[in-house]
């Protein structure tokens, strides 16, 4: 598609697409650089006690999923079978980023909390 024949929402939702995938990104390598300094049984323990990051995980793995199945849904329909889809397949791929971006932000936090609270018992 020619950049003069897009409209304002398909530009809005590509440049948050590239948007959400740095932050995607950025907030992964946080946290795999973070989790280095944590040992794995004291991530295990506050996981293990800490049941509401699992739950808030499912919802956001469960949205990311549906939204990405809503996607190739409409995508096969806007593509293959030629119906006006309304902005559809674009949508759920601004659903899958959000909640993708923000599962990823709540480990980003868990795993930073467990950095705080090891270095204040260390002092």
């Known amino acids: 598609m020619d950049m003069n024949q897009m409209d304002y929402i398909t530009i809005f939702i590509w ?3 590239i948007g959400a995938a740095f932050i995607t990104l ?3 390598i946080q946290i795999l650089l973070m989790s280095r300094k944590v040992e794995s049984n004291v991530i295990r323990a506050r996981l293990f006690l800490n049941t509401d990051l699992l739950n808030e995980t499912w919802k956001y793995i469960s949205i990311a999923g549906a939204s ?3 996607n190739a849904v409409a ?3 806007k593509f293959n079978i030629d119906i006006q889809t309304y902005y559809l397949w674009e949508i759920t791929e601004v659903i899958f980023f959000a909640a993708f971006v923000a599962m990823i ?3 980003y ?3 930073g909390g467990l950095i705080v609270r090891t270095d204040n018992k260390s002092k």
């Open 26 to 28: 950025f907030l992964i």
């Open 109 to 111: 936090q868990f795993i």
């Open 75 to 77: 995508g096969f329909a």
């Open 105 to 107: 932000y709540q480990w």
């Open 15 to 17: 440049l948050y697409n």
């Open 68 to 70: 990405f199945a809503i």
